[in-house]
């Protein structure tokens, strides 16, 4: 099993920067790819951003040059640092974990809101 838990989210006006933590706990060195997704009312779960153990990372067009991912493989935690943020960026940003056992994990959720 492996416990995810978010801090980093919270209330930002249009244009400034938030910064996203995810701590895995648990059986946490079973972890492969890590990355963060978004959800809207009445959306599905987008992915945001995600990271292999060696750095390699993925992004979704709408946040590219403005989003970055990261990972300290050490203590099994990936950030997101959101620049340039959007009123459209506001979402409940939820931390997500791949296994090398081919299970997935998901945080709790931490609400991000952009105000225009």
């Known amino acids: 099993q492996v416990l995810l838990v978010e801090s980093g989210g919270g209330l930002v006006q249009a244009g400034g920067s938030l910064r996203l933590s995810c701590a895995a706990s648990g059986s946490r060195f079973s972890i492969n790819d890590m990355g963060w997704y978004r959800q809207t009312p009445g959306k599905q779960r987008e992915l945001v951003a995600l990271?292999?153990?060696?750095?390699?990372?993925n992004y979704a067009d709408s946040v590219k040059g403005r989003f970055t991912i990261s990972r300290d493989n050490a203590k099994i935690t990936v950030y997101l640092q959101m620049n340039s943020l959007k009123p459209e960026d506001t979402a409940v940003y939820y931390c997500?974990?791949?296994?090398?056992?081919?299970?997935?994990?998901w945080g709790q959720g931490t609400q991000v809101t952009v105000s225009s």
């Open positions: 990271i292999t153990p060696g750095g390699r990372t």
């Open positions: 997500y974990a791949y296994t090398w056992t081919r299970q997935d994990y």
